[in-house]
């Protein structure tokens, strides 16, 4: 049987994904990793963790490897891995998590003239300028610039490129061209010869090195395409439906909808959300800096010294009265993206009393992940996409607790089609058009899809979440008013 596999480079772990040729899911496994915060706003990494990771996930996989045929890979964006002249990685990375170059993206945005969208602290070229001025050593012996997936590209066939995905979400891509804006890396101290090159998101670029492939147990004349970022999960997660939004929930959430022909020129104030091309379709839509993440973070400081397992407690927080017995979480642990665009917005947990548990503030916390999803959703309804149902992806879609609060913070019904690997399913449409001359992306992504579960949202709790969301826009905008 031709099978296609497909890695996700994860911020936290590395996800492989087996496909049949005709878009079956045979097998996934994922093998984590942790990054670490040395000192506030900062998150590191250490690029081999990712690479060390794959060879756990594919025997986990527990299937015969010889049979596939192409190899595609996504994963975590903005994430500079630079090399040296050796082509080792200068350790460590600075994560897309990683906020201490505000001050540096504050300025390159004054200077360029760019819209947040294109330039803002996630993004790539102002962790660069922050190195320059923080570890000069770094910047001095860089030599090659790439991102997650292409690392690991790069291990697995000894090629250097990239795509415009993430030229785009490194703050150095030309929109009209789709080619690099080099001159930009001056602001960095930066030589232009440290870009890769740019090539096509389905490109075969090469085969599997023949010792990794002995080694890894795939096949020597195995295909590996270019692939795409993480952000291929604004379209994988569920069959293409102009004006529907589509929410891919892991430790981020990206939003986003096909747009309908009669709204292809219509423009969110202040940016909130904004128009994206990718494979093909034109999007609206915005990601939302901490969801599934400031859970995570929940969790490990105030609900795993419960002694319960996370799926136990998980229970435990369902169990609890939507509400939150009046507390109200505010999730911009790390600032906020869309629709906000400040580095300087902080969570808050609010009315919280001796009668609140650990549960109800890890219910608080996954309350408030829906009401920041409903302040976006009220962005594309003003658009004229007021998405009766959402398609819910990503890690959050396996977990009835998100499916049933996001639902009902909404108040929309909430659709989940077959597996939680949206940016997966992308990236197997692509190995798909290599294997099959003629294939339309469109027809290989539909392949994946199965019929939904629905989650129906509950009117009943209409009053009380319009209620809770008086509290959280009564903070944020105190907070939108008086902190810079």
């Not at 527990?62 to 596939?68: A, I, K, P, S, T």
């Not at 002694?307 to 927080?317: D, R």
């Amino acid at each position: 049987m031709t099978t296609i596999l497909v890695l996700d480079v994860g911020t936290s772990a590395l996800k492989a994904t087996l496909y049949a040729q005709g878009g079956a899911i045979l097998a996934q496994a994922s093998q984590g990793y942790s990054y670490h915060c040395p000192e506030p706003n900062s998150a590191e990494a250490d690029p081999d963790d990712w690479w060390d990771a794959l060879p756990g996930a594919l025997a986990q996989l527990n299937h015969d490897l010889r049979d596939v045929r192409v190899i595609g890979l996504t994963g975590q964006m903005h994430s500079p891995v630079l090399l040296d002249e050796y082509t080792a990685p200068i350790k460590p990375c600075l994560l897309w998590l990683d906020r201490r170059c505000v001050a540096e993206a504050a300025e390159l945005t004054a200077e360029l003239k760019l819209p947040p969208y294109h330039l803002n602290s996630t993004y790539t070229l102002p962790k660069l300028v922050w190195l320059l001025r923080h570890r000069p050593d770094v910047i001095a012996q860089t030599r090659t610039l790439l991102f997650p997936k292409d690392y690991v590209r790069y291990k697995l066939t000894g090629v250097m490129c990239t795509d415009a995905t993430e030229a785009g979400g490194a703050s150095l891509l030309n929109w009209q061209s789709r080619q690099w804006t080099p001159e930009r890396l001056a602001y960095a101290g930066l030589h232009t010869s440290i870009l890769p090159p740019l090539r096509a998101d389905r490109e075969v670029i090469g085969y599997i090195l023949p010792e990794v492939a002995d080694t890894l147990g795939l096949p020597r004349d195995a295909q590996v395409i270019t692939g795409v970022g993480d952000v291929a999960a604004i379209l994988g997660g569920a069959p293409v439906e102009p004006g529907r939004v589509m929410v891919a929930m892991g430790t981020s959430s990206m939003l986003y909808a096909v747009v309908p022909d009669h709204l292809h020129n219509a423009r969110d104030e202040n940016d909130g959300i904004y128009p994206y091309d990718l494979c093909g379709f034109r999007l609206f839509g915005g990601v939302s800096s901490l969801t599934g993440g400031a859970l995570d973070w929940a969790w490990r400081a105030f609900g795993a010294a419960s002694g319960l397992s996370f799926g136990e407690a998980m229970q435990v927080v369902a169990a609890i009265e939507p509400g939150a017995n009046g507390l109200v979480f505010v999730p911009y642990l790390t600032g906020e993206r869309s629709p906000f665009w400040r580095d300087d917005l902080r969570g808050q947990f609010i009315g919280l009393n001796l009668g609140h548990t650990w549960a109800h503030m890890l219910r608080a916390v996954v309350e408030g992940v829906g009401l920041c999803t409903q302040l976006m959703l009220d962005r594309f309804a003003r658009l004229g996409m007021p998405s009766p149902m959402i398609a819910l992806s990503g890690g959050a879609a396996r977990h009835a607790i998100w499916r049933r609060v996001i639902a009902d913070t909404c108040q929309r019904d909430v659709a989940v089609y077959g597996s939680d690997s949206a940016a997966s399913n992308v990236i197997y449409a692509l190995c798909a058009q290599a294997l099959e001359h003629g294939l339309a992306f469109a027809d290989g992504m539909n392949r994946v899809f199965t019929q939904p579960s629905i989650t129906h949202h509950d009117a009943a709790l209409a009053p009380a979440y319009a209620e809770r969301m008086t509290t959280y826009r009564a903070h944020l905008d105190v907070m939108l008013a008086n902190v810079r």
